[in-house]
């Protein structure tokens, strides 16, 4: 069974560009969420999508947005890049059903550096 | 606000030993633990799970525990490889959501 699938792997992008980051969950899994992580915040939450819809979403400003796809892949993207976004992207997916908590999956995520 | 931390930031020991380190949130309101190993430059990888109505969690040479009522829980890792060589992260989930709260990280370093 294919793990969580996260592309590109790597990115560099300058200031002010926008960028999309896909995720492609475990088969079968329809909950995926994003988190940023960086040396001086560690592990943020992002946001998780459901059945294609926000279920949740952390402190982070609106230049960061995400949708998932009827088939649970899911893409987020980052417009007006600044320096502090360079991070590692990381996605994860569980099955997520309501009242069953199950472990989350991670992908290796996507390392985004700004210039 | 749910805070996590965990001590202790780093940790270095000689092949063989064991070891335990510690995780503390401030809430203890939460829904699950959950203990992750992630290499360098890579992603998460789950070790254990404890629900919030479990004490401990079993895989291998690694167990969890989990005493709510004083906020902490810890990861006991026997016989030390140096494989075990990673950063390990602790996390809970406060509602019905995904939205996982990370501690700060032990970053383990077992030597040959």
């Known amino acids: 069974k294919a793990g969580v699938t996260q592309t590109p792997r790597y990115l560099i992008k300058t200031r002010g560009q926008q960028v999309t980051l896909s995720c492609s969950p475990i088969s079968g899994h329809r909950s995926v969420s994003w988190y940023q992580q960086t040396p001086g915040q560690g592990l943020q939450f992002l946001f998780e999508?459901?059945?294609?819809?926000?279920?949740n979403k952390g402190n982070f400003p609106g230049r960061f947005s995400g949708r998932q796809f009827s088939n649970s892949r899911s893409e987020m993207n980052v417009s007006t890049l600044e320096l502090g976004d360079s991070a590692l992207y990381l996605c994860?997916?569980?099955?997520?059903?309501?009242?069953?908590?199950?472990?989350?999956?991670f992908g290796s995520g996507t390392q985004l550096s700004v210039l | 606000k749910q805070e996590v931390t965990q001590i202790p930031a780093a940790l270095s020991v000689p092949e063989g030993e064991n070891l335990v380190l510690n995780c503390s949130f401030t809430d203890s309101a939460i829904y699950n633990l959950q203990w992750f190993r992630q290499d360098p430059g890579k992603g998460l990888t789950s070790l254990l799970l404890?629900?919030?109505?479990?004490r401990e969690q079993t895989s291998g040479r690694l167990n969890a525990s989990l005493d709510k009522s004083s906020g902490r829980s810890t990861l006991y890792i026997a016989a030390s490889q140096p494989g075990d060589s990673a950063t390990y992260l602790c996390?809970?989930?406060?509602?019905?959501?995904?939205?996982?709260?990370f501690g700060t990280g032990t970053l383990l370093a077992v030597q040959p």
């Open positions: 404890i629900q919030s109505s479990q």
């Open positions: 999508y459901f059945s294609e819809t926000q279920r």
């Open positions: 996390a809970v989930i406060c509602g019905a959501t995904n939205k996982l709260i």
């Open positions: 994860a997916s569980s099955l997520r059903d309501r009242g069953h908590y199950e472990k989350l999956f």
